[in-house]
């Protein structure tokens, strides 16, 4: 019934992606660009509008828009054109589906990783209240210190198809990547015409390594004789790839990898920089939904954009329909679009914000020096992606971190000899491209822009609040991991369409070696344990205990409130995960996060702490700490009774008779269960 349940959803999704991708064909866009400029435009005016009222659920919807899209799409069938139109449809829904097939075995939003972070952005936004809405884990405050456009798109698709908040999030990650794929499709179509090359391009963004991914089986090597399973060595090589400097750097056990660890200038491995590198392949194994695919969507967006109107002019046919300023200006839509990624990165990923400007700015003064630029329709794109988010800006401006951007010490420099290891294929393609100034001047000039902010990544530093070995962390974790891509896509789909038989020949085998990286995902796909195949809904691993499924299931389906879950550690816990899944505040999620994205405030820490102590039974006034916030719902696991053994009946006789204990476990003295408020509840306090 589940499996059932999971096709009719995506069937009506990807229904309703056809139908609005098809009812815009009047604008001069691919389907792949016209596809997603329909979903920015649709859910960055929703974006706007509740900024100033909350729409609220919004499930009566997808009947509308499903017997609009079938509609539209029957209309369609007869027209020219519908064989490109759905050969497009067939790139993105195989994108979708191969971003599927990894959240079908491995569905798990667990405390791995950012997995219930990105859960908690996204809940957030589900209960459709005015923004910016209540904080889901600092219940009592906003959320409004965070760049979540991305998880707002998230959640606007739960409400809209009735999703719970689990399968929301999964499922916005496959189409995630199903639109990235398009898009790549998209931008080396207006070049390349055989479509094994395309295919090849393709599979480098969404499976290829890095450059030192190439060199991993010579830098950590496994003794055949141990009995190590097949999928841990997987595990072992797609992180190293990506978390090599300053981490896996210790592990290395050839003369190559010494060669290449003692060149640092720093050889305690302990005070190494950690420089992350990320690709879309380590994306896709990580499973996060986090902001960084968010910018690489934007950023392959203006590529393909920016790809049509260099290269494949558009044939417009003007008619009465049509505005005399539209027949002037047939590629306005590409224009607008462009015009509108500034604004949307800067809601969506905002380390990559000067990244996507100068990318833009550089393309604009290319146009304008060599051929011809639509500035009122680029102007006007600029001015409404600005006045769409300034509702959000009056809030995050003034909350968000200050991270200045700062000179990089001589003693941070990436070492030479890693730093060519990491980035080789880039550095080839580069100067591939900046040779072509005579042939193609746009390969040329944007090999430079490429080059420039790639240089730029070893001259400046976002300065952050982490220090020490993680000083770049943040910086190359983000603009790194964005080049790549867009150098793939931008840079190496010119060189391969416009070289010499033998230069072409040259530069497939230089993208050959990134594919070992693509042999360890296929390992670890297959090898690796999958206990929660299929169950999208990503909690599965919380129900794998028979009391925390209990005690879900009375949450979710209780009235709403603040919830208290204990907090073991700062980060990466399983605390907050039931409240999460429950649709419900949390008195406090990770306070490591919170602390940072709020600017360490003493008031959070205080309230951590009360919590810690309210658990340990060591809070002098348990009553007035669970009035000031105010709590209703008090969640005690087994985990908890297994941490802090006896104190429940000390905490239970402490908040009587103001809380009412409900067991939904009980074998001899243990017990877990919920704490509900008995009394009516307070009015929120935070003094």
């Not at 009592?140 to 719970?164: K, V």
């Not at 992606?385 to 401006?397: E, K, N, Q, V």
């Not at 820490?605 to 002098?620: E, G, I, K, N, P």
Request: charged letters at 15%.
């Amino acid at each position: 019934m589940q499996l059932i349940y999971l096709v009719l959803t995506y069937v009506l999704i990807v229904l309703n992606f056809a139908g609005i991708t098809v009812a815009t064909e009047r604008l001069t866009l691919s389907p792949a660009c016209r596809r997603v400029f329909v979903i920015v435009i649709i859910s960055l005016t929703l974006f706007n509008l509740e900024h100033i009222q909350g729409l609220g659920k919004l499930n009566w919807l997808w009947p509308l828009t499903t017997i609009a899209s079938v509609r539209v799409i029957y209309r369609h069938h007869n027209r020219h054109g519908k064989s490109r139109f759905w050969r497009g449809e067939l790139i993105f829904w195989g994108g979708l589906c191969y971003a599927l097939i990894w959240r079908f075995c491995f569905p798990n939003i667990d405390s791995g990783s950012e997995h219930l972070t990105d859960l908690y952005f996204i809940s957030n936004y589900y209960s459709g209240e005015t923004l910016p809405p209540n904080d889901r884990w600092l219940s009592g405050s906003r959320f409004d210190f965070y760049y979540a456009f991305q998880h707002y798109c998230a959640a606007l698709l739960g409400r809209i198809f009735n999703l719970d908040i689990g399968l929301t999030m999964n499922v916005s990650w496959t189409i995630l990547i199903g639109l990235i794929a398009s898009l790549v499709w998209d931008a080396s179509s207006q070049v390349i015409k055989h479509r094994w090359l395309k295919g090849l391009i393709l599979g480098c963004v969404l499976t290829g390594g890095n450059g030192l991914s190439s060199f991993m089986p010579w830098l950590i090597q496994h003794d055949e004789s141990a009995q190590t399973a097949v999928h841990d060595i997987a595990i072992e090589r797609i992180w190293a790839s990506t978390r090599f400097s300053g981490l896996y750097d210790q592990y290395v056990n050839t003369d190559f990898g010494r060669k290449l660890v003692e060149s640092s200038s720093q050889p305690d491995p302990g005070k190494r920089l950690e420089l992350p590198f990320e690709t879309i392949a380590y994306l896709t194994y990580l499973g996060d939904y986090h902001p960084p695919l968010g910018g690489l969507l934007i950023a392959l967006w203006t590529l393909a954009l920016i790809m049509r109107l260099e290269y494949k002019p558009i044939v417009f046919s003007p008619s009465k329909q049509h505005l005399s300023l539209l027949k002037r200006t047939p590629e306005w839509p590409a224009y607008f679009a462009l015009g509108l990624t500034p604004a949307l990165t800067l809601v969506t990923n905002t380390w990559v914000f000067p990244l996507q400007c100068v990318l833009l700015g550089s393309w604009m003064m290319y146009r304008q020096l060599f051929r011809r630029i639509a500035w009122f329709w680029m102007i006007a794109g600029l001015l409404a992606g600005a006045f769409s988010i300034y509702p959000f800006l009056t809030h995050f401006a003034t909350h968000s971190l200050d991270t200045p951007i700062s000179k990089l010490s001589v003693e941070n420099h990436t070492p030479l000899l890693l730093f060519l290891t990491m980035h080789w294929p880039t550095l080839i393609w580069l100067i591939g491209g900046l040779l072509l100034w005579r042939t193609n001047r746009w390969c040329a000039w944007l090999s430079f822009t490429l080059a420039l902010l790639l240089t730029m990544t070893e001259l400046i530093v976002v300065d952050d609040p982490l220090i020490g070995k993680y000083q770049r962390f943040n910086t190359t974790l983000k603009w790194w991991s964005w080049l790549w891509p867009v150098t793939v896509t931008g840079i190496l789909t010119l060189l391969i369409a416009k070289s010499t038989r033998f230069i072409k020949l040259f530069l497939i085998i230089t993208i050959f070696p990134l594919f070992i990286y693509s042999m360890d995902l296929i390992r670890y796909l297959i090898y690796a344990p999958k206990p929660q195949i299929g169950k999208l809904s990503g909690n599965g691993w919380l129900l794998e205990n028979k009391t925390n499924h209990e005690i879900l299931e009375y949450l979710a389906n209780a009235d709403p409130g603040v919830v208290l879950e204990s907090i073991p550690k700062g980060a990466y816990t399983q605390s907050s995960a039931l409240t999460l899944f429950a649709n419900q505040s949390a008195v406090m999620g990770w306070p490591d996060h919170i602390s940072q994205w709020h600017g360490h405030l003493n008031s959070i820490q205080h309230r951590a702490d009360q919590v810690r102590r309210f658990y340990h039974a060591t809070l002098s006034d348990p009553l007035n700490f669970l009035g000031q916030y105010p709590i209703r719902y008090i969640v005690w696991t087994n985990e908890d009774e297994k941490r802090y053994p006896g104190l429940r009946l000390t905490i239970n006789q402490r908040i009587l008779p103001d809380y009412q204990w409900l067991s939904f476990y009980r074998h001899g003295d243990q017990e877990a269960g919920v704490w509900v408020r008995a009394r009516p509840t307070p009015p929120f306090s935070d003094r």
